[in-house]
């Protein structure tokens, strides 16, 4: 009876769970073929970034599921059974770790074994060893169990040398016939050689590790600064909001006290009415009782000569007045209310990144449309959307300013001209529309406009625009509400859209140079890091947090938070190429760090012959004018970047309308070989 038990119990490392060194408890099994606990396999993969077997460390791409070996389960219980019974009859003798015997006198145990004399001996035989010089050369060691290991298996002899072609130990026999002419060392001399190579690996390990752990940690202080910035930019948003709300509550208080106000005028009309009409009724009421009196009277004389004179009330024909609250001021809240909600329910519905171009087209229609200039084919409307002021200053929706030197030239099949709100029509056309254009700006000074008699809302509107907005705005007809004043766009003519004079953008200009610090390593910079190409080869460049290491793109070495800022770059044979801004904080290492992809840079990339404007991943194809020059005006305050094609003149090519929360930097991406871009030298 005792055998299956003592069979069953030498299954007993087969049946023992590698992570815990027990019997299975719940034993699962990995497609590898290895079982495990289920808790300990659940244990080990709970932190575990990827998950491995344990055993033969096999990669599993997800989490498999975990199913009970049921076959393996019966089998442990049966071996635990047994062993709990076996243990109750027949106690299973613990294994001793088996000693080393002196080979001398095969009695005492083993102190030293002699690999010159390849025997082991004890404290009593070892002593000639250690006191008899002949043995002085012999070398000894702590006792060895299997000296086997310590021989040549082809000749018997102890390993003396180290093969260092063959990589294994040989004797001198094979060292004179078999490894004749190969290179050898000693195990020591190979083994110090090879503690040199793992101390060497192992630094390079911990040179990883280092800079692994020196990654976390800045990415966990990034962690802490997306925080911050998250926590920064919700306290902007709730202020927003709570701005918005508070203005609401505001109007809709004045809204509520203007029809409070309505409706106690009604009600002080009426009650003076009922008054008025109670003293009417209390004196026909006198005059009806002197009737009743003498009407009473039984002498005819009396009666005769008695007159009654009727009231002059009496010639007051009665009527209720029609007293409502449909007051001009309240109708006018009811009113802007009303189409208030409409924009906001519109706005709303749209995705989020499309908003601003909704909420001010003015702006998107005219810059993010095709090249204006020489050969441009067409034009795109402007003007402020329905109710709009032009004075606001929302983020996100701020007016815009350009260069000075800019022109809002009247249309000139335009026939009207206005005076006050009164217009004269003198081509006797229907279907016209005025356009009130302001003459010449002249840096930031104050505007003139043409116009003098015109509305003053609308003039105060127009003082707000920028030099540089190409808006162009129609008066209003009469009978329009004023809160309609700029509702209707109109299209703007070739004439309405002009160049700029250079020389107006160069008031502005700075002197920049390219960052070695954020160069690619195929971007070569020359010319005292003015001028930036493709290099065939990578350079040299050191690593350092600030490099781009996917896109070969670099950035300006100075960045602007306030003010306007003008620069100009030539271009050579630049078909794949891309200029723009970007935050400081734009990523380096990933492919999200392509300028225009991501929401901290814009740019313009000429691909091959098309021109596209980028950001945030949302492409805008453009006109492409080839130039051969751009220049490009920041503009900090006003939150937009405009891109010019500079010949003559300067054409605008696109305006990027954005409020910059950050430091702006110069940025380029150059991807074509024998291409270049310099930096223009400029002076005011």
């Known amino acids: ?80 059974n047994k062993s709990l019974g076996s243990s109750a009859e027949e ?44 043995y002085r050369a012999h070398q000894l060691t702590e006792p060895l169990a299997d000296l086997s290991e310590m021989l040549c298996p082809d000749h018997g002899k102890m390993v003396e040398f180290y093969c260092v072609q063959h990589e294994r130990t040989i004797c001198s026999s094979c060292l004179q016939q078999n490894h004749k002419g190969c290179r050898f060392s000693t195990p020591e001399e ?15 390990l911990d040179g990883k590790m280092e800079k692994n752990q020196l990654v976390i940690s800045q990415m966990r202080e990034q962690q802490a600064r ?6 920064v930019r919700k306290r902007n948003l709730e202020m927003e909001y709570q701005q918005i709300r508070d203005m609401l509550q505001k109007d809709e208080r004045e809204a509520m006290d ?97 908003r601003v171009s909704s909420m001010k087209p003015d702006i998107t229609q005219v810059h993010t449309g095709p090249a204006y200039g020489p050969g441009a084919d067409s034009q795109k409307e402007a003007g402020p959307a329905a109710g709009e002021d032009t004075r606001s200053t929302s983020p996100g929706c701020r007016e815009r300013s350009a260069p000075p030197g800019a022109r809002m030239k009247p249309n000139p099949r335009d026939k009207k001209e206005f005076k006050g ?58 009978g329009i509400a004023k809160m309609d004043y700029f509702a209707a766009p109109v299209k703007i003519s070739s004439a309405a859209v002009s160049s700029f004079k250079r020389s107006d953008l160069l008031q502005y200009s700075t002197i920049l140079t390219f960052d070695p ?38 950035l300006c070495s100075k960045g602007f938070s306030q003010g306007r800022h003008y620069w100009e770059v030539k271009m050579s044979s630049c078909n794949f190429c891309g200029l723009g801004v970007a935050y400081g904080s734009l990523d380096r290492k990933g492919p999200s760090s392509r300028l225009g992809r991501n929401m901290q840079s814009w740019c313009v990339e000429w691909f091959n012959v098309k021109l596209s404007a980028w950001h945030n991943s949302c492409e805008t194809v453009l006109c492409n004018p080839n130039p051969s020059r751009v220049g490009v005006l920041l503009d900090c305050d006003g ?3 405009t891109f010019y094609n500079v010949a003559d003149r300067a054409y605008p090519i696109h305006t990027f309308v954005f409020p910059f929360t950050e430091p702006v930097y110069p940025a380029f991406w150059i991807f074509s070989g024998g291409s270049s871009i310099t930096l223009c030298k400029l002076s005011n």
């Not at 770790?97 to 025997?119: F, G, Y």
């Not at 190979?190 to 390079?204: D, F, G, T």
């Not at 109670?278 to 009743?292: A, F, G, L, P």
């Not at 081509?427 to 930031?444: H, L, S, V, W």
Request: charged letters at 25%; hydrophobic letters at 35%.
């Open 258 to 354: 203007a029809l409070e106000k309505d409706l106690e005028t009604g009600q002080s009309k009426i009650n003076t009415l009922m008054k008025r009409f109670n003293q009417n009724i209390e004196k026909m009421s006198v005059t009806r009782s002197q009737i009743n009196s003498l009407l009473a009277q039984s002498s005819s004389m009396d009666f005769l000569q008695a007159s009654v004179n009727m009231p002059s009330e009496v010639n007051f024909d009665p009527y209720a007045p029609r007293i409502n609250l449909d007051s001009t001021r309240v109708i006018a809240y009811h009113s802007s209310i009303v189409l208030l909600k409409d924009v906001i329910f519109k706005v709303l519905k749209q995705q989020v990144e499309f």
């Open 421 to 478: 709100d009164k217009r004269e029509n003198k081509g006797n056309r229907k279907d016209y529309k005025a356009t009130a254009q302001p003459k010449e700006f002249k840096g930031d000074g104050a505007k003139k406009f043409p116009n003098k008699g015109m509305n003053s809302t609308f003039s105060k509107s127009m003082d707000n625009i920028g030099p540089g907005l190409l808006a162009v705005y129609s008066p209003p007809s009469p």
């Open 190 to 204: 190979q083994r110090v050689k090879k503690e040199s190579e793992m101390k060497e690996k192992l630094s390079v």
């Open 639 to 641: 939150g937009s970047a």
């Open 517 to 554: 610090k954020t160069a690619h390593k195929r971007v070569a910079l020359s010319e005292n890091n003015t001028k930036v190409s493709v290099s065939d080869e990578p350079s040299a460049y050191p690593d350092n947090p600030a490099r781009f290491t996917v896109c070969s793109q670099v």
């Open 226 to 231: 997306l925080k911050d910035s998250a926590a």
């Open 1 to 80: 009876m005792a055998e299956p038990a003592t069979s069953l119990l030498s299954l007993e490392d087969d049946l023992t769970c590698s992570i815990c060194l027990c019997p299975f408890d719940n034993p699962v099994s990995l497609i590898c073929g290895h079982s495990f606990c289920h808790s300990c396999l659940e244990e080990t993969w709970r932190d575990a970034v990827s998950l491995f077997c344990p055993h033969c460390r096999a990669h599993y791409p997800s989490k498999p599921v975990l199913k009970k070996n049921t076959v393996l389960s019966a089998v442990v219980e049966t071996f635990k």
């Open 91 to 134: 106690p299973v003798p613990r294994k001793e770790p088996k000693s080393i015997m002196c080979d001398t006198c095969l009695e005492a145990r083993a102190v030293k074994t002699c690999l010159t004399c390849m025997a082991s001996f004890c404290v009593e035989h070892v002593r000639p060893h250690q006191e008899n010089p002949v």
